[in-house]
């Protein structure tokens, strides 16, 4: 068969050639396509359960959330390992799988699980499921300048969170956009008790005037004319000023207002973290790809986006500077291994 296949080349040189040269034309093609990266995939196919549950200690946290949705966890088909971890107000579960298994359908078994736990969780406490990421998926840190002396920090960690982030999320192969650093924006109310015992205002229906604010509501619909017209109750605002000019009760046909009784502003959240930039404050956005993206491919994607966003920044705001980049690492790496061969083949003529 050996020689049939010499013979039979030689004789068609030619057809041999063409053929050879195809080869080569492909795989030139196809090299220039490959997706290239350094890193493998080092973890198991994993489902990460996050659960916020704000106010409670780590020892509640341990005990009334991740302590049930990890016994949930084991015993699924396919699961090696569970881990948690549970802290000030969050709980984090990580359920392995055995390699080679479909993260997709993984994640559907721990979805199911989750249905039948939610029962013996508090109320309101709903955990989330991670996005599919790998343990070397960081490729991108992006800077934002926040130096209080230029640019209101709040007002950078604003821009990052509704815009920046929607934005690097709606890329083919990002997987999570995670903003750090800044001051997040927050609606405070800072109740006045001698305000409320004053005025006769009892803490419930302070309760319930906050929990209705800004919801928009429905009436139903009058019919005129042949026609439909739909009620709305519109109450949807971001105004401090319609907050605290919120109607908390009425005393003896008097309404008795928000601002009245507590003092409303805007103001910065607690942080738990801070982030910076050439020693001064700054927001940190971590981009994280999904494990099948190419990297490089990817980063360009991102650069192309964060120089689309540049152009159009808010008054004050520095242009975006990127800390780290994971393609710049895998493009130094293959180009030492291109001098290698070089280098190598013309010492070995």
Do not use: C
Request: net charge neutral; charged share 20%; no cysteine.
């Amino acid at each position: 068969m050996f020689d049939f296949i010499i013979h039979t080349s030689l004789k068609q040189r030619l057809i041999v050639l063409g053929i050879a040269l195809l080869l080569v034309v492909y795989g030139v093609f196809t090299v220039q396509k490959m997706p290239v990266d350094v890193f493998p995939d080092l973890n198991k196919p994993t489902v990460t359960l996050m659960t916020e549950v704000g106010g409670m200690a780590p020892e509640e946290v341990e005990q009334l959330v991740t302590a049930p949705v990890e016994s949930s966890m084991n015993g699924m088909p396919g699961v090696s390992r569970v881990r948690s971890v549970s802290g000030v107000g969050l709980s984090i579960v990580y359920v392995e799988f055995e390699w080679g298994s479909d993260i997709y359908r993984n994640r559907q078994q721990v979805s199911e699980r989750l249905n039948l736990v939610r029962e013996q969780l508090p109320p309101g406490v709903v955990p989330q499921l991670g996005p599919i990421s790998s343990i070397m998926g960081e490729i991108l840190l992006i800077a934002l300048p926040a130096d209080p002396a230029k640019v209101s920090p709040m007002q950078v960690r604003e821009y990052a969170d509704w815009v920046m982030r929607p934005r690097l999320l709606n890329i083919p192969g990002v997987a999570q956009v995670i903003p750090i650093g800044g001051e997040v924006k927050q609606y405070r109310v800072e109740i006045n008790p001698a305000q409320l015992q004053a005025l006769g205002v009892e803490r419930e229906k302070l309760d319930t005037a906050l929990k209705d604010f800004g919801a928009n509501t429905s009436g139903g619909f009058l019919e005129a004319q042949g026609r439909e017209y739909l009620i709305r109750q519109i109450g949807r605002t971001s105004r401090i000023e319609d907050l605290q000019n919120l109607v908390v009760t009425v005393k003896n046909g008097q309404p008795i207002l928000l601002k009245q009784v507590a003092d409303v502003k805007l103001a910065a959240a607690n942080k738990r973290g801070d982030a910076g930039y050439n020693g001064k404050p700054a927001v940190v956005l971590s981009v994280q790809k999904q494990p099948s993206a190419d990297s490089v491919v990817l980063t360009r994607a991102v650069e192309q986006a964060m120089a689309d966003l540049s152009k159009g920044l808010p008054t004050g705001m520095a242009a975006p500077e990127f800390l780290f980049k994971q393609a710049d690492f895998i493009e130094h790496s293959v180009k030492n291994v291109e001098e290698a061969l070089r280098d190598g083949a013309i010492w070995w003529r």
